[in-house]
Structures are given as structure tokens and as C-alpha cells.
């Protein structure tokens, strides 16, 4: 059994206050968000030790906000392959760098995570900026998420910031 936290970035500056869409930052809303979403990770007993985060500022700072708050507890790793990235290509991450962790969290952007979460689980979840899924995986390794059809896992928790 695997657990698979989904986390979408933190509300953002408008693109055209940033350099490019990939520089946006995320407004004071936002790192409030994050922070609410990581503070909810703290005291759980499955949080994710791994957490993987597109390469984007926006969703670096929300999965910066998580690493901080677990204190040491979660290794954060960049992917520039989750940068508005299509559900297969978290599933590759997953696959690539996720073992030997029980629990890991992908923070990225939408429409990629919510496809993801109904990929995974069969369920339509609507994810607001900050919106953090907890989905439990009939899964005995991340690799597994690439070579199964859909519908592995269950939504165990949803936490909206």
C-alpha cells in the first residue's frame, strides 16, 4: 500500500506581473495557502517523505512551504518534467524516483493533477489553489503506477486552504 499526496500550487501573481508563466510567484494569499496545506501535513503519520515539485516558482515555493514544515522529514526533489505536465508524466516521476518511500507528495498545476487524481481513482475532484488529496494506493511500488490501467487507489482525505 502506497499514499499519494496531490498538492496544486498556492494562488499565484498574474503572468503578466512575472517574467513568464513558469517565474510567477506566488501572492501573499497564496504562501498563506501553502502554508495552511503543509501545516496540515504535520502531525499525520503517513506525511510524505518524498515530495516532488514541478520546476515552476509558484509550485516550488508551495512545496518549499511543505518541506519546511515537516523539518526535516521530506526530502524535496525539482522535476522539470511536472511543469504543467499531463498525468503520465507525474506517473513516470513516480516511477523513477519515488522508491522506497511510502508516501509521497507531487505539487504542480492544473488540469494535469485533477486528471491525475480521476486517473487514479475514478473520482472528479475540483483542486482551488492550496487544495491537497491524500489517495491511498493498492500498490506495493511506485513502478507499478505505470504498467496497471487506471483506478488503483481511493481518495482518502481532500484538505482545501
Known amino acids: 500500500m502506497k499514499t499519494l499526496f496531490v498538492l496544486r500550487h498556492g494562488q499565484a501573481i498574474p503572468e503578466s ?4 508563466d513558469h517565474a510567477r510567484e506566488l501572492t501573499p494569499r497564496g504562501v ?3 502554508r495552511r496545506a503543509a501545516e496540515s501535513l504535520v502531525a499525520r503519520a503517513d506525511a510524505p517523505s518524498l515530495i516532488l515539485s514541478s520546476s515552476a516558482t509558484r509550485a516550488l515555493q508551495t512545496a518549499e512551504a511543505c518541506a519546511l514544515a515537516l523539518a526535516g522529514r521530506a526530502v524535496l526533489k525539482k522535476v522539470d518534467g511536472l511543469y ?3 498525468p503520465s508524466s507525474y506517473l513516470a516521476a513516480l516511477g523513477q524516483l519515488a522508491e ?3 508516501s509521497v507528495m507531487v505539487v504542480g498545476h492544473n ?3 485533477e486528471a491525475l487524481i480521476y486517473m487514479l481513482t475514478d473520482r472528479s475532484e ?7 488529496v491524500e489517495i491511498t494506493l493498492a500498490i506495493s511500488a511506485w513502478a507499478e503506477l505505470s504498467g496497471k490501467g487506471p483506478h488503483l ?4 482525505h481532500t484538505f482545501r486552504a
Open 32 to 34: 498563506a495557502e501553502a
Open 17 to 20: 506581473q512575472a517574467d513568464s
Open 111 to 113: 488540469p494535469g493533477l
Open 100 to 102: 522506497p518511500h511510502a
Open 126 to 132: 475540483h483542486l482551488a489553489t492550496a487544495s491537497l
Open 84 to 86: 504543467l505536465a499531463e
Open 153 to 156: 487507489g481511493r481518495v482518502a
